[in-house]
């Protein structure tokens, strides 16, 4: 099957904290997942406790024993789909259903409608076919479903279901309409409002603060444009979580572990030394703050050498809002806040930087950035946007709707 060698392809062989050499064991004893104290994550359903699974049992293990551990964990909370039932709902992983592929398979659409299981509302769902090469591609399924079985959250993507049926692991989530965020910022001629930006990054914050905040914290580890979904409403959602891993326990300040990820996302510290901690996710937070900001990509070979590797290039310009915007996205044409975009770029400035006790934490994130909602000073009308034709009739209608009492 054809892969994907864009930028944004993750490294190979893909791993998982339950699953990597080092751990023998998947989520021993995995408790209560509660939210952290902030407000954004409370009146979150509280989540059952597990029993010991163990990775060498199910590793080994035929489907068949694999699917009894699972619906012994699980129960009602995930639904154990046939193969003929996926292939039925997406006419054969028929090419008219493509929703995207890449290094770990590909995802179709498909349609369920209430027959199909007892409890299960009629919906468009979104099927990934892993690409099983040995035990990694094994390792990445089995991580998803025990992260998302567990993990309940209006910020991460919701999984419905699953599939083991020989040697096929196949995943059913929600269907997220308007596709990833990687596709709005460099895939398509249209641009995402500076709004539209700002509630996306807000709403991917509190997923990844989620996660941070949990009774024993997760480390996404494989944050980045192509794995925030977006809903109808472009509510952003997390998905993928074949490289999760468990947070440090006890005493312990990091987890140490074989480096995964994407290039041009992973924090320094990961890359040479295999020191995962929750800060690696908060760089790569900044470098996707900073794809919002510029409309590039973390890493593109495609421009000249100075320019390939995203934070290199913007960290210069970042500090003050008079250098800012000669690295603003152009399709926003200055239809953006002035201040807003300057804290924005600050705090990406935070996010990335070389030491990871510099980084905030993902709550005090999330208030920074809800925060930002409340500026409306748009460039092209202070005067810091350089003003074409195009610019000068969306800069009257901002005003016209300011007098008109609407405020953008």
């Not at 509302?121 to 479903?145: C, F, M, N, S, T």
């Not at 249209?190 to 009774?215: N, V, Y």
């Amino acid at each position: 099957m054809k892969k994907n060698n864009n930028s944004t392809k993750s490294w190979r062989p893909f791993t998982t904290n339950c699953c990597s050499a080092e751990d023998q064991t998947i989520f021993r004893n995995f408790s209560r997942c509660r939210p952290s104290r902030s407000d954004f994550s409370k009146n979150i359903a509280p989540l059952p406790s597990f029993r010991r699974l163990s990775f060498s049992d199910l590793s080994r293990s035929s489907s068949i024993r694999i699917n009894e551990d699972l619906a012994q964990n699980f129960g009602s909370e995930l639904f154990d789909f046939q193969l003929s039932e996926l292939r039925a709902i997406t006419q054969n992983f028929s090419n008219n259903f493509l929703l995207g592929e890449g290094g770990f398979g590909t995802v179709h659409k498909g349609y369920v409608d209430e027959n199909l299981r007892q409890g299960l509302k009629a919906q468009p769902v979104a099927v990934k076919l892993l690409d099983i090469e040995g035990l990694q591609g094994h390792r990445e399924w089995l991580a998803e479903v025990i992260f998302l079985g567990q993990l309940r959250h209006p910020h991460l993507v919701k999984l419905i279901g699953y599939c083991c049926e020989d040697e096929e692991r196949l995943l059913v989530y929600e269907f997220m309409p308007r596709g990833s965020l990687e596709n709005h910022l460099f895939k398509r001629i249209s641009s995402l409002p500076w709004a539209t930006r700002l509630k996306i990054s807000i709403s991917a914050a509190k997923g990844l603060a989620f996660l941070h905040g949990a009774e024993k914290p997760v480390i996404y580890r494989d944050f980045k444009t192509s794995n925030v979904l977006l809903d109808s409403d472009f509510t952003a959602k997390l998905s993928d979580f074949g490289l999760a891993k468990m947070g440090p326990e006890g005493s312990n300040t990091h987890v140490t572990t074989r480096v995964m990820g994407t290039y041009g996302y992973a924090a320094p510290e990961y890359v040479s030394t295999g020191h995962l901690t929750t800060k690696s996710d908060v760089y790569s937070f900044g470098v996707v703050l900073l794809e919002i900001l510029t409309g590039r990509r973390a890493m593109d070979k495609s421009r000249p050498k100075t320019e390939q590797n995203l934070v290199d290039w913007a960290k210069p310009y970042l500090r003050s809002s008079r250098r800012l915007r000669f690295i603003m996205d152009s399709r926003l044409a200055g239809q953006y806040s002035v201040k807003g975009a300057k804290e924005m770029a600050l705090l990406a400035l935070l996010c990335i930087s070389l030491h990871p006790k510099d980084r905030p934490r993902m709550p005090a994130i999330v208030e920074i950035l809800e925060n930002l909602q409340q500026y409306k000073d748009m460039a092209v009308t202070c005067g810091q946007w350089p003003v074409s034709a195009k610019s000068s009739r969306n800069a009257n209608k901002v005003k016209l709707d300011i007098r008109g009492g609407v405020k953008r």
